[in-house]
C-alpha cells in the first residue's frame, strides 16, 4: 500500500521506517509465495500489476476489519 501510494521502493521504505533493501527482499519473497509478478519497473519507479493491485486491495481490507475488531475488543472492555 505504502509502494503504490508512493511510486518507488525507496519512498515506500522511508514511509514504513524500513530500509529499502529490506522492503525489495520481502516483495521478491512476497512473489515467489504467490506466484505473481506484483511490481512493474517504471521509468525510475514502479507500478503494481493487476495481480499486485488485487492484492493490496485485499491487504487493506484485512488491515480494515483487524482495526475493527480491536475496536469491538475496546468497546466491549471498555
Do not use: F, K, N
Amino acid at each position: 500500500m505504502a509502494l503504490h501510494r508512493t511510486g518507488t521502493v525507496s519512498a515506500a521504505a522511508e514511509e514504513l521506517h524500513y530500509g529499502q533493501p529490506t522492503v525489495s527482499h520481502h516483495l521478491r519473497r512476497l512473489e515467489a509465495e504467490t506466484g505473481s509478478v506484483l511490481l512493474q519497473r517504471v521509468g525510475r519507479g514502479v507500478r503494481l500489476t493487476p495481480d499486485g493491485e488485487r492484492l493490496a486491495l485485499r491487504g487493506e481490507e484485512i488491515l480494515a476489519l483487524l482495526g475493527r475488531a480491536e475496536a469491538e475488543l475496546t468497546a466491549s472492555t471498555g
